[in-house]
């Protein structure tokens, strides 16, 4: 038995467009679906660390522990405090 070609053979064509057209789509979406990630994790990585202690803090400890003098505290604080 055979089977008719459906418009002329457009529909072929037609079909094959359509599997373009979804990979096309499918690779847009993937695409964007990874650039987002990446900037999440991006984000992320650029934050503050709940870990990581700031510079005034820091510098408050050393000089609390005398690793620095009164000089050297004052001059750094005025540099950080300059800074912001």
Not at 9 to 22: K, N, R, S
Not at 54 to 68: P, S, V
């Amino acid at each position: 038995m055979m089977y008719p070609m459906y418009g002329n053979g457009w529909f072929a064509v037609a079909f094959g467009v359509l599997g373009v057209q979804t990979l096309f789509l499918g690779g847009v979406a993937a695409a964007a679906l990874i650039v987002a990630l990446r900037q999440q994790v991006g984000r992320a990585a650029a934050g503050h660390a709940p870990w990581r202690e700031d510079a005034q803090a820091i510098l408050n400890e050393r000089f609390a522990e005398g690793e620095i003098d009164e000089a050297e505290f004052t001059s750094r604080r005025a540099v950080l405090n300059g800074r912001d």
